[in-house]
């Protein structure tokens, strides 16, 4: 999970995730394996003349890996939300509002996914130490009932000394999860809650986070069945309801796992060890017995993965998909290559549904975004905002829309003291009567460790003085980080989800942020992100 300078001084614990139990497998690791080997690293934190002392081995590696750097796991499943204490809903999927800068050039992209039966050997066990009413200690044994997913954004980083802000503050991408994205562009491949996906990456430990759970953190291949039906015209010129599947995938995960950097904390990712395989289930019912699958795939912005993928379509009674097989090994595809296509899965007959299966198409405007609240001391200070919106799995960063300056990270949204921001900008859905489409915003407050994100420290250092000192003068003392906080500020979540049995014909729509109380290690660093900001949208019915 996230990495932040929150775990080089405290613990955190997740909260409890409302589900249907699982069957889990006899063989899962333990979170004891991820500290073999692993020794102490006693540390005095200073932040403004306060002092702390902690144990930094957490850090030393924040992530490591289950196997080894080159093994490569792969995970199916849905993608979901997180529900916390007292029904709070995390937002994701969503770009983490923390993350350790030293260990990052952009704040990820983050989701957890409910694997299928065949893929929970992932899952780790760990020792949940609670207190009972009377203050004894219960040890429980614990499966966490989800698989964390990390890909880094390739967004909204334009702090100095950061070797991509120049290209982000533009509205540019410094690749990782967008490569291709320019601005205005609607990010394409990022899933959404209720999505189903197949992807293959690192298994990681997550240490930062004690006790240790595993996690895929990079992501190098992402394939992304959408919950939500597309409308396109099918080899016949029709218009037809299709599944659609996002395909992405290319070697940059992170700052540690990439194919850019050739310093001594980066292993290469070799995509071109292997070939890329999966299924794909289509989720529309068959309009009649004599319809035929079809498939169209096209290519999306940055793709350079150049050769032909193999589409086979099945179709029996129980269910109907197509197997895709990509090739990279076979084909003798570059490592530095990256593959942006989407697939259409249709029924070549009518609307590609049945007469009585209604599907019904929305008109989603994102209206205005009124900020109600800043975290800033004083009411001038501008303050830096990061802000996206999810749409029914099509994402923007919003600091692209709302401003017509040419540096989105400096001016605009990104330093500001404005507090009604236009964005006008529409999405369609196509929304079948037994689904849901979630609404999304969220984002930070980039006065914190974000001055100092990209300054990469080896996360496998050995505990020196020199790796300690260094840790201190970028992150805790006053400079750079400066008096805007040692941490970023979380600016809260408005989240919501539709149904078309309970929208009308024209609704008019304010949701607000919410937030789970949270405390920096930082003086005065007590922050309930609640009622931050209101999102203010429309959802009309097309014909």
Avoid at 81 to 97: A, Q
Avoid at 382 to 395: I, S
Avoid at 440 to 453: L, T
Avoid at 472 to 494: F, Q
């Amino acid at each position: 999970m996230r990495a932040s300078i929150t775990f080089l001084i405290s613990l955190f614990t997740l909260g409890a995730i409302a589900q249907a139990p699982f069957n889990y497998p006899d063989n899962l690791r333990w979170s004891t394996e991820a500290d073999i080997g692993i020794y102490p690293c006693m540390d005095t934190m200073k932040v403004y003349g306060f002092k702390h002392v902690a144990d930094i081995s957490l850090i030393l590696p924040s992530w490591r890996p289950v196997v080894n750097h080159d093994t490569v796991v792969v995970l199916e499943g849905q993608v979901m939300p997180i529900e916390g204490h007292e029904g709070y809903k995390f937002g994701v999927p969503h770009v983490s509002f923390e993350d350790l800068p030293l260990y990052h050039y952009t704040h990820d992209f983050s989701f957890n996914v409910f694997p299928d039966e065949g893929y929970r050997n992932l899952f780790s066990r760990y020792i949940e130490i609670k207190k009972d009413s009377a203050g004894r200690e219960i040890r429980d044994t614990v499966v966490r009932g989800w698989v964390h997913c990390e890909w880094e954004s390739g967004l909204a980083a334009g702090n100095h000394g950061n070797k991509y802000a120049k290209i982000c503050r533009k509205g540019g991408s410094a690749g990782f999860s967008t490569v291709g994205h320019e601005r205005y562009d609607v990010i394409w491949n990022w899933p959404t809650a209720g999505d189903w996906v197949h992807l293959e990456g690192l298994w990681i430990w997550d240490r930062g986070h004690p006790p240790a759970r595993t996690e895929v953190h990079p992501i190098r291949f992402l394939a992304t069945r959408r919950n939500l039906p597309d409308k396109i015209l099918s080899e016949k010129g029709d218009s037809v309801f299709a599944t659609r599947i996002d395909i992405y995938a290319n070697g940059d995960g992170s700052a540690f796992y990439n194919n850019q950097d050739s310093t001594n904390w980066v292993h290469p990712v070799r995509m071109s060890s292997k070939d890329y395989n999966f299924k794909v289930l289509h989720t529309l019912p068959k309009p009649s017995p004599t319809a035929e699958l079809k498939y169209v795939l096209i290519d999306q912005k940055g793709n350079s993965h150049t050769a032909t993928i193999d589409v086979d379509c099945f179709s029996a009674t129980d269910s109907s998909g197509a197997s895709i097989h990509i090739p990279w090994k076979t084909a003798g595809i570059a490592d530095t290559s990256t593959l942006c296509k989407t697939l259409y899965l249709y029924w070549n007959e009518g609307n590609g549904v049945p007469n009585d299966y209604r599907i019904h198409s929305y008109s989603v405007n994102l209206e205005k975004l009124r900020i109600r609240r800043l975290s800033e001391i004083f009411f001038l200070t501008p303050a830096e905002l990061r802000m996206f919106a999810d749409v029914g799995g099509q994402y923007i960063f919003l600091n692209e829309f709302v401003s017509k300056s040419k540096d989105i990270l400096r001016a605009g949204l990104g330093r500001t003291i404005k507090r009604n921001w236009k964005i006008n900008h529409s999405f369609t859905v196509h929304i079948p009567e037994d689904r849901k489409f979630r609404i999304y915003v969220g984002g930070w407050e980039a006065d914190g460790v974000d001055k100092v994100m990209g300054y990469i420290v080896n996360q496998e250092s050995d505990c020196t003085t020199e790796v300690k000192d260094r840790i201190n003068d970028l992150m805790l003392d006053p400079t750079p980080v400066g008096y805007g906080g040692c941490e970023d500020d979380n600016m809260g979540e408005s989240i919501i989800y539709h149904s078309p049995l309970e929208l009308e014909s024209s609704s008019h729509f304010i949701i607000s942020s919410d937030g789970k109380p949270y405390k920096e290690n930082c003086p005065l660093g007590h922050r309930t992100p609640v009622d931050f900001h209101r999102l203010h949208y429309s959802i009309n019915r097309l014909p």
